[in-house]
């Protein structure tokens, strides 16, 4: 920190302060769950920064699952708009409301 300038301290310091309460509120949440993207795999737009191909499982999830965003910054229903456009991560708490056996495909 200290090759920093003073504003980007300030700036890193306020951030960190107005994401901790949450974090820890929904401290059990982040132990585990999955990273997820709505059609992301069809055209690896979401995956495009991995080295190598990974496993994509499809599965069709409740509209009701509660997500949290990319940076786990808030918590959202998974027909939220930014589910649409970036990735989200569904605790394993919410996982059982799948609707379907899920299948694997090739990304």
Request: aromatic share 14%; glycine share 2%.
């Amino acid at each position: 920190m200290n090759c920093c300038p003073e504003h980007l301290k300030h700036i890193c310091l306020e951030r960190h302060n107005r994401i901790v309460p949450f974090l820890k509120e929904h401290y059990n949440d982040f132990k585990y769950g999955i990273w997820a993207f709505i059609d992301g795999y069809k055209n690896s737009q979401s995956l495009n920064h991995l080295k190598r191909k990974v496993p994509c499982w499809k599965a069709e999830i409740s509209d009701n699952t509660i997500v949290y965003d990319i940076n786990w910054e808030k918590q959202m229903l998974i027909t939220d708009i930014e589910c649409t456009y970036f990735g989200f991560y569904i605790p394993t708490n919410q996982l059982k409301t799948l609707t379907e056996s899920y299948k694997q495909i090739s990304a």
